[in-house]
């Protein structure tokens, strides 16, 4: 406990942007703030647009992209995963109100019920148990990651909105801040290192994207083609400090995922994207 | 259609910070001790090359804003046992920096690390 404030403490002396003991809402106002300064010109709705923002030619190329997206065949496929009728008869839209229309940016929340967080992932997983199927893999882009890249453009437009409330909530959210800032792997750094404090910079000769927006437009696909869901990008961004990374679905990534949906707070969603 | 999500996660961390450094690997035919220059440049060894311009050298490949570029050491530090200390753990220093504690962390052997504070010294 006290080794986790030391770390939030450490972290908040650097990036001037999260203390300790805030509220999820001051945390998100914070670096709602340090990102307003650091980048005057950026339109809040922008930040959707990750690494892009701070590339007038590689925004270019993305939006370009998108107007016939190369993989909207994969697109495609998830529709009929999602309109395909289990064994039953009824469909994931059943296990939704309103047919799982503007959904999506609620998730994850928090399940008093469980006592602990649930992603989209894993509702669309109870859905399928509650109707007599197997569950997917959470890991699978094959399957999940597929039925994914469709269901989730269900919420297209809609402005995320995670809820944190009540104290096992917020001790999940802690969990999630805490792996969030604090330096991890044989090349010691934090989420926090790359994605807060040098947002906008340019490691080698990649911009790298704020934190803000990072969980809106999942999953994306790498080079035009490479399904990756948002837990998956967590595994490479491990791996890429030389840390060991967690598994997707995992309760660590869960709890991750539910402190960094929170801060895209507000922001539209746009499934599913090209990313380089 | 997909490959393998592993081999594709590897590659695509990989082709992030590569470029240069694969040009090398795929030049040096014969395991040869690698230079200071080589493990500067190379991504699973020193990587200087993420976070800072050498404009000292031509063939160094980066647009990198990250951290001060890598010029004129030698006025910078005219004590070299400083400039080795620096790329032995940054963190002593200054504990919030970015730059990976080399030594410390075993990134690089100690002998690593004296080739590379050597070229880097030239700079």
Same mark, same amino acid.
């Given at each position: 406990?006290?080794?986790t404030?030391?770390?939030?403490l450490?972290?908040?002396?650097?990036f001037?942007?999260?203390?300790?003991?805030?509220?999820?809402?001051?945390?998100?106002?914070?670096?709602?703030d340090?990102?307003k300064?650091k980048s005057?010109?950026?339109?809040?709705?922008?930040?959707?647009?990750?690494?892009?923002?701070?590339?007038?030619?590689?925004l270019?190329?993305?939006?370009?992209?998108?107007?016939?997206?190369?993989?909207?065949?994969?697109?495609?496929q998830?529709?009929?995963?999602?309109?395909?009728?289990f064994?039953?008869?009824?469909?994931y839209a059943?296990?939704?109100?309103?047919?799982?229309?503007n959904?999506?940016?609620?998730?994850?929340?928090?399940?008093?019920?469980l006592?602990?967080?649930?992603?989209?992932e894993?509702?669309?997983?109870?859905c399928?148990?509650?109707?007599?199927e197997?569950?997917?893999a959470y890991?699978?882009?094959?399957?999940?990651?597929?039925?994914?890249?469709?269901?989730?453009?269900l919420?297209d437009?809609?402005?995320?909105n995670?809820?944190v409330?009540?104290?096992?909530?917020?001790?999940?959210?802690?969990?999630?801040?805490?792996h969030?800032?604090?330096?991890?792997?044989?090349?010691?750094?934090?989420c926090?290192?790359?994605?807060v404090?040098?947002?906008g910079?340019?490691?080698?000769?990649e911009?790298?994207?704020?934190?803000?927006?990072?969980?809106t437009?999942?999953?994306v696909?790498?080079?035009?083609?490479?399904?990756f869901?948002?837990?998956?990008?967590?595994?490479?961004?491990?791996?890429l400090?030389?840390?060991v990374p967690?598994?997707?679905?995992?309760e660590?990534?869960?709890?991750?995922?539910?402190?960094?949906?929170y801060?895209?707070?507000?922001?539209?969603?746009k499934?599913s994207?090209?990313?380089? | 259609?997909?490959k393998?999500?592993?081999?594709?996660?590897?590659?695509?961390?990989?082709?992030?910070?590569?470029?240069?450094?694969?040009?090398?690997?795929?030049e040096?035919?014969?395991p040869?001790?690698?230079t200071?220059?080589?493990?500067?440049?190379?991504?699973? &060894?020193? +990587?200087?090359?993420?976070?800072?311009?050498?404009? #000292?050298?031509?063939?160094?490949? =980066?647009?990198?804003n @990250?951290?001060?570029p890598?010029?004129?050491m030698?006025a910078?530090?005219?004590?070299?046992?400083k400039?080795?200390?620096?790329?032995?753990?940054?963190? &002593?220093? +200054?504990p919030m920096?970015?730059?990976?504690?080399f #030594?410390r962390?075993?990134?690089? =052997?100690e002998?690593e @690390?004296?080739?590379?504070t050597?070229?880097v010294?030239?700079?």
């Amino acid at each position: 406990m006290k080794k986790t404030l030391l770390a939030i403490l450490g972290a908040s002396l650097l990036f001037g942007a999260i203390s300790a003991n805030a509220t999820p809402e001051q945390d998100r106002k914070e670096l709602l703030d340090y990102f307003k300064h650091k980048s005057p010109n950026v339109k809040f709705d922008d930040y959707v647009n990750g690494a892009f923002i701070y590339n007038a030619d590689a925004l270019n190329q993305y939006n370009s992209i998108m107007e016939f997206p190369p993989f909207y065949t994969v697109v495609d496929q998830g529709k009929k995963m999602w309109e395909t009728p289990f064994k039953n008869g009824k469909t994931y839209a059943s296990c939704f109100p309103d047919g799982a229309k503007n959904i999506a940016g609620r998730y994850p929340y928090f399940d008093e019920g469980l006592g602990k967080v649930v992603t989209f992932e894993m509702a669309l997983n109870s859905c399928r148990k509650a109707n007599g199927e197997d569950e997917l893999a959470y890991d699978d882009m094959g399957t999940m990651g597929v039925l994914t890249s469709y269901a989730r453009t269900l919420s297209d437009g809609m402005r995320m909105n995670v809820r944190v409330e009540g104290a096992k909530a917020v001790a999940a959210y802690e969990k999630g801040k805490q792996h969030f800032y604090s330096r991890r792997g044989q090349l010691n750094f934090s989420c926090a290192s790359c994605h807060v404090h040098q947002a906008g910079n340019i490691i080698r000769t990649e911009y790298l994207s704020p934190v803000l927006g990072q969980t809106t437009h999942w999953p994306v696909f790498r080079g035009g083609e490479t399904l990756f869901t948002l837990q998956k990008r967590y595994e490479g961004c491990n791996k890429l400090v030389r840390a060991v990374p967690y598994k997707s679905g995992s309760e660590e990534y869960n709890d991750l995922e539910y402190f960094h949906s929170y801060l895209s707070n507000g922001l539209p969603m746009k499934a599913s994207v090209f990313r380089k | 259609m997909r490959k393998s999500p592993t081999l594709l996660l590897a590659a695509s961390l990989a082709g992030m910070l590569l470029a240069t450094a694969n040009g090398y690997a795929q030049e040096q035919q014969k395991p040869a001790e690698p230079t200071g220059q080589e493990l500067a440049f190379n991504n699973a &060894k020193g +990587n200087c090359l993420a976070c800072h311009m050498l404009p #000292g050298d031509p063939k160094a490949v =980066t647009n990198t804003n @990250i951290a001060p570029p890598l010029v004129g050491m030698k006025a910078r530090f005219p004590d070299k046992a400083k400039l080795r200390a620096q790329i032995w753990d940054a963190t &002593k220093a +200054n504990p919030m920096t970015v730059m990976p504690p080399f #030594g410390r962390n075993l990134i690089l =052997t100690e002998q690593e @690390i004296d080739k590379i504070t050597d070229y880097v010294y030239g700079m």
